[in-house]
Protein backbone atom coordinates (compact mmCIF):
# COMPACT_ATOMS: atom_id res chain seq x y z
CA UNK A 1 0.00 0.00 0.00
CA UNK A 2 1.69 3.60 -0.94
CA UNK A 3 0.64 6.03 1.72
CA UNK A 4 1.44 9.86 0.72
CA UNK A 5 3.79 11.92 2.98
CA UNK A 6 2.92 15.60 2.76
CA UNK A 7 5.50 18.44 2.84
CA UNK A 8 4.75 18.47 6.89
CA UNK A 9 5.19 14.89 7.74
CA UNK A 10 9.31 15.11 6.50
CA UNK A 11 11.59 17.22 7.63
CA UNK A 12 14.08 16.79 5.09
CA UNK A 13 11.09 18.59 3.38
CA UNK A 14 10.34 22.46 4.15
CA UNK A 15 6.80 23.37 4.33
CA UNK A 16 5.01 25.13 1.38
CA UNK A 17 4.74 28.91 1.91
CA UNK A 18 2.06 30.67 0.88
CA UNK A 19 2.66 33.05 -1.88
CA UNK A 20 2.97 36.73 -0.39
CA UNK A 21 3.03 38.54 -3.87
CA UNK A 22 -0.52 37.80 -4.66
CA UNK A 23 -2.30 39.84 -2.04
CA UNK A 24 0.27 42.76 -2.44
CA UNK A 25 -0.43 42.48 -6.14
CA UNK A 26 -3.93 42.22 -5.38
CA UNK A 27 -3.69 45.51 -3.65
CA UNK A 28 -1.34 47.46 -5.97
CA UNK A 29 -3.85 46.40 -8.60
CA UNK A 30 -6.56 47.86 -6.75
CA UNK A 31 -4.89 51.10 -5.55
CA UNK A 32 -6.05 53.21 -8.32
CA UNK A 33 -9.35 52.59 -7.94
CA UNK A 34 -9.02 53.90 -4.32
CA UNK A 35 -6.95 56.44 -5.15
CA UNK A 36 -9.87 57.54 -7.81
CA UNK A 37 -12.33 57.35 -5.13
CA UNK A 38 -10.58 59.23 -2.04
CA UNK A 39 -9.49 62.07 -4.80
CA UNK A 40 -12.97 62.57 -5.90
CA UNK A 41 -14.54 62.76 -2.73
CA UNK A 42 -11.74 65.21 -1.28
CA UNK A 43 -12.43 67.24 -4.29
CA UNK A 44 -16.08 67.21 -3.09
CA UNK A 45 -15.40 68.03 0.20
CA UNK A 46 -13.00 70.65 -1.00
CA UNK A 47 -15.89 72.62 -2.79
CA UNK A 48 -18.27 72.07 0.12
CA UNK A 49 -15.49 73.40 3.13
CA UNK A 50 -16.10 76.59 0.51
CA UNK A 51 -19.96 76.96 2.18
CA UNK A 52 -18.15 77.08 5.65
CA UNK A 53 -21.25 75.39 8.16
CA UNK A 54 -24.39 76.80 6.38
CA UNK A 55 -27.13 74.93 6.28
CA UNK A 56 -30.36 75.64 4.94
CA UNK A 57 -33.43 76.78 7.38
CA UNK A 58 -35.71 73.32 6.13
CA UNK A 59 -33.23 70.91 6.89
CA UNK A 60 -33.18 71.90 10.88
CA UNK A 61 -36.88 70.97 10.48
CA UNK A 62 -35.75 67.25 10.17
CA UNK A 63 -33.10 68.06 13.18
CA UNK A 64 -36.07 68.81 15.46
CA UNK A 65 -38.14 66.15 14.49
CA UNK A 66 -34.71 63.41 14.72
CA UNK A 67 -34.66 65.42 18.54
CA UNK A 68 -38.00 64.24 19.42
CA UNK A 69 -37.52 60.63 18.23
CA UNK A 70 -34.24 59.78 19.28
CA UNK A 71 -35.90 61.14 22.93
CA UNK A 72 -39.11 59.09 22.79
CA UNK A 73 -41.51 61.87 21.87
CA UNK A 74 -42.60 60.60 18.47
CA UNK A 75 -42.90 62.24 15.43
CA UNK A 76 -42.87 66.02 16.84
CA UNK A 77 -41.58 68.83 16.09
CA UNK A 78 -41.24 69.79 19.26
CA UNK A 79 -41.66 68.26 23.38
CA UNK A 80 -45.75 69.11 23.52
CA UNK A 81 -46.67 69.57 19.93
CA UNK A 82 -49.24 67.46 18.41
CA UNK A 83 -48.08 64.84 15.99
CA UNK A 84 -47.36 65.94 12.83
CA UNK A 85 -45.55 65.06 9.28
CA UNK A 86 -43.78 68.02 8.96
CA UNK A 87 -40.76 66.37 7.60
CA UNK A 88 -40.67 64.62 3.91
CA UNK A 89 -37.48 62.65 4.50
CA UNK A 90 -38.32 59.69 6.69
CA UNK A 91 -35.24 57.67 5.82
CA UNK A 92 -32.92 61.02 6.59
CA UNK A 93 -34.81 61.07 9.52
CA UNK A 94 -33.36 57.94 10.83
CA UNK A 95 -29.91 58.42 10.76
CA UNK A 96 -29.73 61.65 12.18
CA UNK A 97 -31.66 60.03 14.74
CA UNK A 98 -29.51 57.52 15.32
CA UNK A 99 -26.56 59.49 15.55
CA UNK A 100 -28.25 61.60 17.93
CA UNK A 101 -28.69 58.52 19.57
CA UNK A 102 -24.73 57.42 19.57
CA UNK A 103 -23.77 60.83 20.75
CA UNK A 104 -22.54 62.18 17.49
CA UNK A 105 -25.64 64.42 16.64
CA UNK A 106 -26.98 67.73 18.62
CA UNK A 107 -25.12 67.03 21.52
CA UNK A 108 -21.98 69.33 21.65
CA UNK A 109 -18.88 70.25 19.56
CA UNK A 110 -16.45 68.51 17.26
CA UNK A 111 -13.59 70.28 16.84
CA UNK A 112 -14.48 73.44 17.73
CA UNK A 113 -18.08 73.15 15.25
CA UNK A 114 -21.20 72.44 16.54
CA UNK A 115 -22.13 68.22 15.46
CA UNK A 116 -25.22 69.33 13.92
CA UNK A 117 -22.72 70.67 11.36
CA UNK A 118 -20.43 68.77 11.16
CA UNK A 119 -22.63 64.98 11.55
CA UNK A 120 -24.90 65.41 8.52
CA UNK A 121 -22.24 67.05 6.45
CA UNK A 122 -19.94 63.97 7.36
CA UNK A 123 -23.36 61.97 6.25
CA UNK A 124 -22.99 63.63 3.12
CA UNK A 125 -19.73 62.99 2.63
CA UNK A 126 -19.94 59.44 3.08
CA UNK A 127 -22.85 59.14 0.15
CA UNK A 128 -20.93 61.08 -1.94
CA UNK A 129 -18.46 58.48 -1.76
CA UNK A 130 -20.92 55.97 -1.84
CA UNK A 131 -21.78 57.75 -5.58
CA UNK A 132 -18.16 57.24 -6.70
CA UNK A 133 -17.95 54.10 -5.49
CA UNK A 134 -20.92 52.32 -7.44
CA UNK A 135 -19.87 54.55 -10.15
CA UNK A 136 -16.26 52.99 -10.23
CA UNK A 137 -18.14 49.14 -10.21
CA UNK A 138 -20.53 50.50 -13.51
CA UNK A 139 -17.31 51.60 -14.81
CA UNK A 140 -15.23 48.38 -13.80
CA UNK A 141 -17.46 46.50 -15.73
CA UNK A 142 -16.91 47.91 -19.23
CA UNK A 143 -13.24 48.77 -18.92
CA UNK A 144 -9.62 48.21 -17.79
CA UNK A 145 -9.10 51.67 -16.76
CA UNK A 146 -12.35 52.02 -14.78
CA UNK A 147 -10.30 54.61 -12.63
CA UNK A 148 -10.12 57.09 -15.06
CA UNK A 149 -13.78 57.19 -15.54
CA UNK A 150 -13.79 57.36 -11.19
CA UNK A 151 -11.85 60.30 -11.48
CA UNK A 152 -13.46 62.07 -14.17
CA UNK A 153 -16.86 61.37 -12.38
CA UNK A 154 -15.56 62.79 -9.37
CA UNK A 155 -13.84 65.86 -10.92
CA UNK A 156 -17.35 66.57 -13.06
CA UNK A 157 -19.78 65.99 -9.27
CA UNK A 158 -17.18 68.08 -7.75
CA UNK A 159 -17.60 71.30 -10.29
CA UNK A 160 -20.98 71.45 -10.33
CA UNK A 161 -22.34 73.84 -7.17
CA UNK A 162 -25.61 72.77 -7.47
CA UNK A 163 -24.81 69.04 -6.47
CA UNK A 164 -22.51 70.09 -3.54
CA UNK A 165 -24.54 72.85 -2.41
CA UNK A 166 -27.29 70.68 -1.47
CA UNK A 167 -25.80 67.53 -0.71
CA UNK A 168 -24.10 69.51 2.07
CA UNK A 169 -26.86 71.70 2.93
CA UNK A 170 -27.85 69.51 5.71
CA UNK A 171 -31.35 68.40 3.67
CA UNK A 172 -31.49 64.45 2.62
CA UNK A 173 -30.11 65.19 -1.30
CA UNK A 174 -26.56 63.42 -0.78
CA UNK A 175 -28.43 60.39 0.57
CA UNK A 176 -31.40 60.36 -2.53
CA UNK A 177 -28.92 60.88 -5.15
CA UNK A 178 -26.69 57.87 -3.49
CA UNK A 179 -29.81 55.90 -3.47
CA UNK A 180 -30.80 55.83 -7.57
CA UNK A 181 -27.15 56.29 -8.73
CA UNK A 182 -26.65 52.44 -6.58
CA UNK A 183 -29.95 51.43 -8.50
CA UNK A 184 -28.92 52.45 -11.54
CA UNK A 185 -25.93 50.59 -11.54
CA UNK A 186 -27.62 48.05 -10.56
CA UNK A 187 -29.98 47.70 -13.34
CA UNK A 188 -26.63 48.62 -15.32
CA UNK A 189 -24.40 45.88 -14.23
CA UNK A 190 -27.71 43.16 -14.52
CA UNK A 191 -28.19 43.99 -18.30
CA UNK A 192 -25.02 43.28 -18.90
CA UNK A 193 -24.64 40.12 -16.80
CA UNK A 194 -27.03 38.69 -18.12
CA UNK A 195 -28.62 38.51 -14.69
CA UNK A 196 -31.68 41.07 -15.23
CA UNK A 197 -34.76 38.52 -14.95
CA UNK A 198 -33.28 36.92 -11.68
CA UNK A 199 -35.26 37.47 -8.76
CA UNK A 200 -32.49 38.61 -6.41
CA UNK A 201 -32.27 41.60 -8.30
CA UNK A 202 -35.62 42.12 -8.78
CA UNK A 203 -35.89 42.54 -4.76
CA UNK A 204 -33.24 44.51 -4.88
CA UNK A 205 -34.59 47.27 -7.59
CA UNK A 206 -37.93 47.48 -5.59
CA UNK A 207 -36.35 48.17 -2.36
CA UNK A 208 -34.19 50.11 -3.75
CA UNK A 209 -36.95 52.13 -5.37
CA UNK A 210 -38.60 51.63 -1.70
CA UNK A 211 -35.57 53.65 -0.80
CA UNK A 212 -35.57 56.43 -2.73
CA UNK A 213 -39.92 57.05 -2.28
CA UNK A 214 -38.62 57.33 1.41
CA UNK A 215 -36.16 59.84 1.08
CA UNK A 216 -37.91 62.14 -1.30
CA UNK A 217 -41.56 61.94 -2.39
CA UNK A 218 -40.52 62.13 -5.93
CA UNK A 219 -38.81 58.89 -5.22
CA UNK A 220 -41.80 57.19 -5.54
CA UNK A 221 -41.33 57.17 -9.89
CA UNK A 222 -38.41 55.18 -9.32
CA UNK A 223 -40.73 52.27 -8.90
CA UNK A 224 -40.79 51.92 -12.47
CA UNK A 225 -37.37 52.15 -13.97
CA UNK A 226 -36.89 48.23 -13.16
CA UNK A 227 -40.57 47.65 -15.05
CA UNK A 228 -39.40 49.73 -18.08
CA UNK A 229 -35.85 48.51 -18.04
CA UNK A 230 -37.36 44.85 -17.96
CA UNK A 231 -40.32 45.82 -20.79
CA UNK A 232 -37.22 47.36 -23.16
CA UNK A 233 -34.94 44.35 -23.65
CA UNK A 234 -37.56 41.77 -22.58
CA UNK A 235 -37.79 39.13 -25.62
CA UNK A 236 -40.69 37.25 -26.45
CA UNK A 237 -39.37 33.83 -25.35
CA UNK A 238 -39.20 35.51 -21.64
CA UNK A 239 -42.24 37.36 -21.58
CA UNK A 240 -43.88 34.98 -18.87
CA UNK A 241 -40.23 35.17 -16.54
CA UNK A 242 -39.96 38.76 -17.11
CA UNK A 243 -43.72 39.82 -16.32
CA UNK A 244 -43.10 37.85 -12.98
CA UNK A 245 -40.07 39.37 -12.47
CA UNK A 246 -41.78 43.28 -12.54
CA UNK A 247 -44.09 42.03 -10.42
CA UNK A 248 -42.18 40.22 -7.76
CA UNK A 249 -40.42 44.15 -7.77
CA UNK A 250 -43.27 46.09 -7.81
CA UNK A 251 -44.45 43.48 -5.19
CA UNK A 252 -41.40 44.36 -3.04
CA UNK A 253 -41.63 48.12 -3.55
CA UNK A 254 -45.70 48.23 -2.93
CA UNK A 255 -45.06 46.50 0.40
CA UNK A 256 -42.12 48.51 1.78
CA UNK A 257 -44.07 52.17 0.81
CA UNK A 258 -47.60 50.51 1.68
CA UNK A 259 -46.19 50.07 5.38
CA UNK A 260 -45.27 52.95 5.59
CA UNK A 261 -48.36 54.90 4.03
CA UNK A 262 -50.35 52.78 5.96
CA UNK A 263 -48.08 53.40 9.25
CA UNK A 264 -48.56 57.82 8.16
CA UNK A 265 -52.18 57.31 8.12
CA UNK A 266 -52.22 55.54 11.54
CA UNK A 267 -50.50 58.29 13.68
CA UNK A 268 -51.34 61.08 10.85
CA UNK A 269 -54.45 60.53 9.88
CA UNK A 270 -53.61 61.56 6.03
CA UNK A 271 -51.93 59.59 3.50
CA UNK A 272 -49.48 62.55 2.05
CA UNK A 273 -46.93 64.09 3.67
CA UNK A 274 -47.60 67.78 5.32
CA UNK A 275 -45.33 69.37 3.13
CA UNK A 276 -46.72 67.46 0.30
CA UNK A 277 -50.09 68.81 0.83
CA UNK A 278 -48.70 72.94 2.01
CA UNK A 279 -47.30 72.53 -1.71
CA UNK A 280 -50.03 72.23 -3.15
CA UNK A 281 -48.14 70.03 -6.24
CA UNK A 282 -50.52 70.62 -9.66
CA UNK A 283 -50.85 68.30 -12.55
CA UNK A 284 -47.81 69.69 -15.10
CA UNK A 285 -48.51 71.75 -18.13
CA UNK A 286 -46.69 71.36 -21.45
CA UNK A 287 -44.32 74.69 -19.83
CA UNK A 288 -42.72 72.11 -17.34
CA UNK A 289 -40.74 70.79 -20.11
CA UNK A 290 -38.99 73.97 -20.02
CA UNK A 291 -37.98 73.60 -17.09
CA UNK A 292 -35.25 71.38 -18.42
CA UNK A 293 -34.06 74.06 -20.35
CA UNK A 294 -33.03 75.87 -17.23
CA UNK A 295 -30.83 72.50 -16.35
CA UNK A 296 -28.97 72.75 -19.99
CA UNK A 297 -28.91 76.42 -19.22
CA UNK A 298 -27.09 76.21 -15.83
CA UNK A 299 -24.92 73.13 -17.32
CA UNK A 300 -23.86 75.02 -20.15
CA UNK A 301 -25.72 74.54 -23.70
CA UNK A 302 -22.73 74.17 -25.44
CA UNK A 303 -20.96 71.47 -22.71
CA UNK A 304 -24.50 69.42 -22.92
CA UNK A 305 -24.69 69.84 -26.87
CA UNK A 306 -21.29 68.08 -26.86
CA UNK A 307 -21.74 65.11 -24.27
CA UNK A 308 -25.12 64.65 -25.59
CA UNK A 309 -23.37 63.99 -28.71
CA UNK A 310 -20.71 61.75 -27.36
CA UNK A 311 -23.58 59.33 -25.42
CA UNK A 312 -25.08 59.11 -28.51
CA UNK A 313 -22.30 57.80 -30.50
CA UNK A 314 -22.25 55.22 -27.84
CA UNK A 315 -25.26 53.96 -28.63
CA UNK A 316 -25.22 53.80 -32.37
CA UNK A 317 -21.44 52.12 -32.04
CA UNK A 318 -21.58 48.50 -31.54
CA UNK A 319 -20.05 48.84 -28.32
CA UNK A 320 -20.75 45.98 -25.81
CA UNK A 321 -22.60 47.58 -23.11
CA UNK A 322 -24.73 49.28 -25.10
CA UNK A 323 -27.98 47.92 -23.39
CA UNK A 324 -26.49 48.87 -20.60
CA UNK A 325 -26.08 52.32 -21.59
CA UNK A 326 -29.99 51.96 -21.57
CA UNK A 327 -30.35 50.97 -18.77
CA UNK A 328 -28.42 53.76 -17.08
CA UNK A 329 -30.29 56.56 -19.48
CA UNK A 330 -33.77 54.85 -17.75
CA UNK A 331 -33.66 56.56 -14.32
CA UNK A 332 -32.04 59.35 -16.03
CA UNK A 333 -35.12 60.06 -17.54
CA UNK A 334 -37.17 59.66 -14.84
CA UNK A 335 -34.95 62.09 -12.59
CA UNK A 336 -35.72 64.88 -15.35
CA UNK A 337 -39.25 63.83 -15.76
CA UNK A 338 -39.41 64.20 -11.82
CA UNK A 339 -37.37 67.97 -11.82
CA UNK A 340 -39.35 68.96 -14.92
CA UNK A 341 -42.86 68.06 -12.62
CA UNK A 342 -41.88 69.25 -9.14
CA UNK A 343 -42.73 73.15 -8.12
CA UNK A 344 -39.95 74.85 -8.09
CA UNK A 345 -39.41 76.29 -4.51
CA UNK A 346 -37.80 79.67 -2.91
CA UNK A 347 -34.56 77.98 -2.08
CA UNK A 348 -33.25 78.46 -5.76
CA UNK A 349 -29.80 76.71 -7.09
CA UNK A 350 -31.72 73.50 -8.84
CA UNK A 351 -32.28 71.98 -5.18
CA UNK A 352 -34.50 68.83 -7.23
CA UNK A 353 -31.70 68.28 -9.45
CA UNK A 354 -29.42 66.31 -7.61
CA UNK A 355 -29.86 62.95 -9.25
CA UNK A 356 -30.00 64.44 -12.51
CA UNK A 357 -26.12 66.02 -12.21
CA UNK A 358 -24.95 62.51 -10.20
CA UNK A 359 -26.42 60.15 -13.08
CA UNK A 360 -25.62 62.85 -16.16
CA UNK A 361 -21.83 62.62 -14.48
CA UNK A 362 -21.81 59.11 -15.09
CA UNK A 363 -23.21 58.46 -18.14
CA UNK A 364 -20.75 61.39 -19.68
CA UNK A 365 -18.17 60.04 -18.40
CA UNK A 366 -18.50 55.89 -19.11
CA UNK A 367 -19.71 57.33 -23.03
CA UNK A 368 -16.88 59.70 -23.50
CA UNK A 369 -14.05 57.17 -22.02
CA UNK A 370 -15.50 54.42 -24.30
CA UNK A 371 -15.98 56.67 -27.42
CA UNK A 372 -12.31 57.73 -26.63
CA UNK A 373 -10.99 54.21 -26.65
CA UNK A 374 -12.44 53.26 -29.64
CA UNK A 375 -11.65 56.35 -31.53
CA UNK A 376 -8.34 56.77 -34.01
CA UNK A 377 -5.64 58.96 -31.87
CA UNK A 378 -6.79 61.62 -34.37
CA UNK A 379 -9.98 61.70 -33.88
CA UNK A 380 -9.48 61.35 -30.34
CA UNK A 381 -7.53 64.44 -30.34
CA UNK A 382 -10.50 65.98 -31.97
CA UNK A 383 -13.72 64.86 -29.28
CA UNK A 384 -10.61 66.00 -26.53
CA UNK A 385 -10.63 69.65 -27.75
CA UNK A 386 -14.33 69.79 -28.34
CA UNK A 387 -14.76 69.12 -24.90
CA UNK A 388 -12.18 70.77 -23.60
CA UNK A 389 -13.45 74.16 -25.24
CA UNK A 390 -17.53 73.06 -23.85
CA UNK A 391 -16.30 72.62 -20.78
CA UNK A 392 -14.74 76.18 -20.39
CA UNK A 393 -18.01 78.31 -20.91
CA UNK A 394 -19.32 75.83 -18.16
CA UNK A 395 -16.67 75.98 -15.46
CA UNK A 396 -16.71 79.92 -15.08
CA UNK A 397 -20.26 79.89 -15.02
CA UNK A 398 -20.07 77.20 -11.95
CA UNK A 399 -17.09 79.41 -10.55
CA UNK A 400 -19.69 82.72 -10.20
CA UNK A 401 -22.29 80.63 -8.92
CA UNK A 402 -20.45 78.94 -6.02
CA UNK A 403 -18.89 82.66 -5.57
CA UNK A 404 -22.57 84.32 -5.79
CA UNK A 405 -24.08 81.67 -3.37
CA UNK A 406 -21.16 81.84 -0.47
CA UNK A 407 -21.85 85.15 -0.59
CA UNK A 408 -25.49 85.30 0.48
CA UNK A 409 -26.21 81.45 0.82
CA UNK A 410 -30.02 80.59 0.97
CA UNK A 411 -31.76 81.01 4.24
CA UNK A 412 -29.36 79.47 6.64
CA UNK A 413 -31.16 77.27 9.86
CA UNK A 414 -28.69 79.23 12.61
CA UNK A 415 -29.91 83.03 11.30
CA UNK A 416 -33.54 81.33 12.26
CA UNK A 417 -32.77 80.08 14.69
CA UNK A 418 -31.37 83.27 15.84
CA UNK A 419 -34.02 85.65 14.55
CA UNK A 420 -37.34 83.52 15.51
CA UNK A 421 -36.06 80.82 17.86
CA UNK A 422 -33.77 83.26 20.46
CA UNK A 423 -35.30 86.27 20.18
CA UNK A 424 -38.75 85.56 20.41
CA UNK A 425 -37.60 83.25 23.40
CA UNK A 426 -35.98 86.62 24.93
CA UNK A 427 -39.61 88.52 24.21
CA UNK A 428 -41.06 85.78 26.09
CA UNK A 429 -38.41 86.52 29.21
CA UNK A 430 -39.66 89.94 29.13
CA UNK A 431 -42.93 89.86 29.21
CA UNK A 432 -43.20 86.77 31.90
CA UNK A 433 -44.84 84.64 29.34
CA UNK A 434 -44.41 81.17 30.51
CA UNK A 435 -46.23 79.07 28.13
CA UNK A 436 -46.89 81.55 24.70
CA UNK A 437 -47.33 80.25 21.32
CA UNK A 438 -45.69 81.87 18.12
CA UNK A 439 -47.06 82.54 14.79
CA UNK A 440 -44.02 82.13 11.84
CA UNK A 441 -42.95 81.08 8.30
CA UNK A 442 -39.60 80.28 9.29
CA UNK A 443 -40.11 76.39 11.18
CA UNK A 444 -36.43 75.17 11.19
CA UNK A 445 -33.71 77.17 13.22
CA UNK A 446 -36.74 78.43 15.29
CA UNK A 447 -37.92 75.00 16.14
CA UNK A 448 -34.24 73.96 17.37
CA UNK A 449 -34.32 77.35 20.17
CA UNK A 450 -37.99 78.59 20.80
CA UNK A 451 -39.84 77.32 23.97
CA UNK A 452 -42.72 78.41 22.97
CA UNK A 453 -45.29 76.47 20.89
CA UNK A 454 -44.47 77.13 17.21
CA UNK A 455 -47.56 77.30 14.62
CA UNK A 456 -46.31 77.25 10.85
CA UNK A 457 -47.40 79.53 8.54
CA UNK A 458 -46.33 77.53 5.80
CA UNK A 459 -48.54 74.85 6.76
CA UNK A 460 -45.35 72.45 7.04
CA UNK A 461 -45.66 71.98 11.20
CA UNK A 462 -49.32 72.50 11.15
CA UNK A 463 -52.04 70.08 9.21
CA UNK A 464 -54.94 72.89 9.63
CA UNK A 465 -53.03 75.24 7.89
CA UNK A 466 -51.56 73.32 5.45
CA UNK A 467 -55.39 72.74 4.15
CA UNK A 468 -56.12 76.00 4.31
CA UNK A 469 -52.74 76.93 1.90
CA UNK A 470 -53.75 73.54 -0.17
CA UNK A 471 -57.58 74.95 -1.07
CA UNK A 472 -56.29 78.47 -1.47
CA UNK A 473 -58.39 79.38 1.62
CA UNK A 474 -56.45 82.58 2.86
CA UNK A 475 -59.70 83.94 4.69
CA UNK A 476 -60.41 80.51 6.20
CA UNK A 477 -56.62 80.93 7.38
CA UNK A 478 -56.71 84.35 8.78
CA UNK A 479 -59.89 83.04 10.68
CA UNK A 480 -58.01 80.27 12.29
CA UNK A 481 -55.12 82.25 13.55
CA UNK A 482 -56.96 85.35 14.73
CA UNK A 483 -60.48 83.54 16.03
CA UNK A 484 -59.62 79.97 17.08
CA UNK A 485 -55.39 79.96 17.85
CA UNK A 486 -54.73 83.27 18.77
CA UNK A 487 -51.07 83.22 19.40
CA UNK A 488 -49.07 85.23 21.77
CA UNK A 489 -46.87 86.13 19.68
CA UNK A 490 -46.83 87.33 15.91
CA UNK A 491 -43.89 87.64 13.16
CA UNK A 492 -44.30 88.23 9.35
CA UNK A 493 -41.02 89.14 8.37
CA UNK A 494 -40.53 87.16 5.66
CA UNK A 495 -42.56 86.03 2.17
CA UNK A 496 -45.62 84.57 2.47
CA UNK A 497 -48.23 88.09 3.09
CA UNK A 498 -49.20 87.87 -0.58
CA UNK A 499 -51.18 84.86 0.16
CA UNK A 500 -52.21 84.73 4.01
CA UNK A 501 -52.36 89.01 4.44
CA UNK A 502 -51.71 88.59 8.11
CA UNK A 503 -50.02 91.82 8.28
CA UNK A 504 -53.34 93.93 7.18
CA UNK A 505 -56.11 91.57 9.04
CA UNK A 506 -57.78 94.52 11.07
CA UNK A 507 -57.86 92.00 13.72
CA UNK A 508 -53.71 92.45 14.14
CA UNK A 509 -54.49 95.92 14.67
CA UNK A 510 -57.31 95.10 17.12
CA UNK A 511 -55.65 92.43 19.23
CA UNK A 512 -51.54 92.98 18.98
CA UNK A 513 -49.41 95.70 19.62
CA UNK A 514 -46.30 95.95 17.53
CA UNK A 515 -42.76 95.29 18.94
CA UNK A 516 -40.72 95.61 16.03
CA UNK A 517 -41.37 96.83 12.46
CA UNK A 518 -39.51 94.90 9.53
CA UNK A 519 -40.72 95.23 6.25
CA UNK A 520 -41.85 92.36 4.54
CA UNK A 521 -40.10 91.14 1.56
CA UNK A 522 -43.69 91.56 -0.94
CA UNK A 523 -44.29 94.99 0.68
CA UNK A 524 -46.91 94.00 3.32
CA UNK A 525 -46.14 95.34 6.83
CA UNK A 526 -43.85 93.35 8.77
CA UNK A 527 -42.39 92.94 12.15
CA UNK A 528 -42.74 91.52 15.27
CA UNK A 529 -46.08 91.61 17.66
CA UNK A 530 -47.34 90.38 20.82
CA UNK A 531 -51.15 89.98 22.29
CA UNK A 532 -52.39 93.07 24.35
CA UNK A 533 -53.46 90.75 26.84
CA UNK A 534 -50.53 89.10 27.24
CA UNK A 535 -48.37 92.24 28.13
CA UNK A 536 -48.69 93.61 31.79
CA UNK A 537 -47.91 97.50 31.79
CA UNK A 538 -47.17 99.64 29.23
CA UNK A 539 -43.45 99.95 30.20
CA UNK A 540 -43.19 96.01 29.96
CA UNK A 541 -44.13 96.79 26.22
CA UNK A 542 -41.63 99.64 26.40
CA UNK A 543 -39.30 97.53 27.37
CA UNK A 544 -39.68 94.39 24.52
CA UNK A 545 -39.27 97.51 22.10
CA UNK A 546 -36.23 99.02 23.46
CA UNK A 547 -34.69 95.19 23.50
CA UNK A 548 -36.06 94.86 19.83
CA UNK A 549 -34.49 98.44 18.76
CA UNK A 550 -31.26 96.81 19.92
CA UNK A 551 -31.10 93.38 19.04
CA UNK A 552 -33.89 92.21 16.89
CA UNK A 553 -32.81 95.02 14.20
CA UNK A 554 -28.99 94.18 13.88
CA UNK A 555 -30.34 90.43 13.57
CA UNK A 556 -32.86 91.50 10.41
CA UNK A 557 -30.08 93.95 9.16
CA UNK A 558 -27.66 90.95 8.75
CA UNK A 559 -29.89 88.47 7.45
CA UNK A 560 -31.09 90.98 4.62
CA UNK A 561 -34.55 89.73 4.60
CA UNK A 562 -36.13 90.84 1.45
CA UNK A 563 -33.68 88.38 -0.54
CA UNK A 564 -33.58 85.68 1.72
CA UNK A 565 -30.47 85.38 2.06
CA UNK A 566 -28.34 85.41 5.29
CA UNK A 567 -24.18 85.74 5.05
CA UNK A 568 -23.71 85.93 8.75
CA UNK A 569 -24.36 82.81 9.86
CA UNK A 570 -22.46 80.05 7.78
CA UNK A 571 -19.66 79.47 10.53
CA UNK A 572 -21.73 80.09 13.64
CA UNK A 573 -24.67 79.26 15.71
CA UNK A 574 -23.84 78.40 18.53
CA UNK A 575 -21.98 75.08 20.36
CA UNK A 576 -25.95 73.74 20.72
CA UNK A 577 -29.13 74.55 19.60
CA UNK A 578 -31.71 74.03 23.11
CA UNK A 579 -34.88 75.80 23.65
CA UNK A 580 -35.50 78.60 25.97
CA UNK A 581 -31.84 80.01 25.26
CA UNK A 582 -31.91 83.64 24.51
CA UNK A 583 -27.90 84.77 23.27
CA UNK A 584 -27.92 85.38 19.76
CA UNK A 585 -24.79 83.25 17.94
CA UNK A 586 -24.28 86.79 15.55
CA UNK A 587 -21.62 89.03 16.90
Not at 428 to 449: E, F, I, K, P
Not at 518 to 535: H, M, Q, T
Not at 560 to 574: D, E, I
Request: glycine content about 10%.
Amino acid sequence: MTVAISGADRPDIAPEKPDERKPRAKWRASLPAWLSVAGGTALIALHAIRYGGWMVDDAAITFAYSRSVSEGLGPVVQAGAAPVEGYSDPTWLVLLAAGRLLGLFDHGTVFGLSDYIVFPKALALLCCAGILVAGHLAARRVTKCAWIVTSLFGVTLAAIPSFVIWCFSGLENSLYALVVVVLAVLLFRAVLDHRLLSARIALAAGGLAAFAALTRPEGLSYGAAYPVVVLIWLRSTSIRQGLRQIGLSVGAFVLLTGAYFCWRYVEFGRLLSNPTVAKGQDAPGIEALTRIGDLVSYAGALAVLVLAAVVGLALTRTVHWRRGLVALLVPLAIALADYAVLRPDWMGVYRFATPVWALGALISTLAAVEVARQARPRTRALLAAALAVAVVPSAVSFVNQSEQFRAAPTFPACAVADRSGRIFNAYADLAGVRQGSLLLADLGGSSMTSRLHLIDLGGLGDSKIADYIHNGDAAGLRDYVFDEVKPTFITTHTHGSGFHRIPVDPRLARDYDQIFDSPDGEGFPGGDWVRKDAVATPAVLAELRAYAQQNTARVDRAMNMTSLTAPGWTNNCGPTLRPGQTRLSLG
